[in-house]
């Protein structure tokens, strides 16, 4: 966890690699089945050339990076906003990386507002959001 | 588990899936965690319960084989820590439903509340999907 919440702080970033293998494991915890993640010959023949990782599977390394970083203040008072921009693919590289860029203060309550992004190795943004965090002012 | 399909016509702004409930046992979350890779903390992660609420949504909607679904965006707000092997019950709406050429928009609201019926996480996700 961080051991001190700044403005300006950079979170420690998460690097993923991904497989087919892992976009299977997904779909079997997920339930998501869809052949564009888990059928290459299918996924072959559409638009996007191949398969692609489930978004919430990306999204996860998000939230597993503000996990590291805020701890429990994340599991219980945490929000984000995540917009999902390309596809990360069987081979990618993801790099998540992200910054508290203010923090704010409403009565005993500080909140720190940070920004984040998902790019695979071409730099590439796979997805951009923003997350709050609620922690007590104690906790600074 | 909602029982009954519905046609993606018959979803519009209002429309309310059949709640579902969900145990969230501790080979669920050991599958869950292995899939993204992450070692956990002793409660279920955030986005596990999230992807509980998606699987009733989309296991209600029989979309036509091979139909390219896209998750465009995602808004979510955690309110409480939750243990393994844990109920939880998942409420989905339709919020809105927007044409947009050949593609649908298609904004749903979730929240998710645990067996006290304390609110546990709510959300907003939206899929485009092919008309």
């Known amino acids: ?140 | 588990m909602p029982d009954k399909a519905i046609s993606y016509e018959e979803l519009t702004p209002g429309y309310k899936f059949p709640p579902a409930t969900y145990e969230l046992s501790d080979s669920f979350v050991s599958r869950y965690l292995k899939a993204v890779d992450s070692a956990g903390d002793g409660f279920v992660p955030p986005l596990a319960i999230t992807v509980c609420a998606i699987a009733a949504m989309t296991k209600s909607i029989p979309l036509p084989p091979g139909t390219i679904a896209i998750h465009a965006s995602q808004e979510l707000e955690f309110f409480k820590l939750v243990p393994i092997g844990a109920t939880i019950e998942c409420h989905i709406g339709v919020a809105q439903k927007i044409a947009r050429g050949k593609m649908s928009m298609l904004i749903l609201e979730l929240e998710v509340f645990d067996k006290g019926n304390e609110k546990v996480q709510s959300g907003r996700a939206t899929i485009a999907l092919p008309t």
């Not at chain 1, 339930?31 to 993640?37: A, E, L, Q």
């Not at chain 1, 059928?39 to 590291?68: C, Q, R, W």
């Not at chain 1, 508290?100 to 943004?125: H, L, M, P, W």
Request: aromatic share 8%; hydrophobic share 35%.
């Open chain 1, 1 to 140: 966890m961080l051991t001190e919440i700044q403005e300006g702080k950079a979170l420690n970033p998460v690097v993923k690699y991904i497989t087919q293998e892992k976009i299977n494991l997904y779909a079997e915890a997920s339930g998501d089945f869809n052949p564009i993640h888990v059928d290459e010959s299918f996924a072959a023949k559409t638009p996007l050339g191949g398969t692609i990782a489930h978004g919430m599977l990306n999204l996860a390394y998000v939230s597993e990076m503000m996990t590291s970083a805020f701890g429990r203040s994340w599991l219980s008072g945490g929000k984000l906003r995540a917009k999902f921009k390309e596809s990360a693919r069987p081979g990618d590289t993801l790099t998540i990386n992200g910054k508290i860029d203010c923090i704010e203060q409403k009565d005993d309550v500080s909140y720190a507002n940070c920004s984040f992004e998902c790019r695979n190795q071409k730099g590439e943004t796979i997805i951009t959001g923003e997350a709050i965090v609620k922690f007590s002012s104690g906790r600074k």
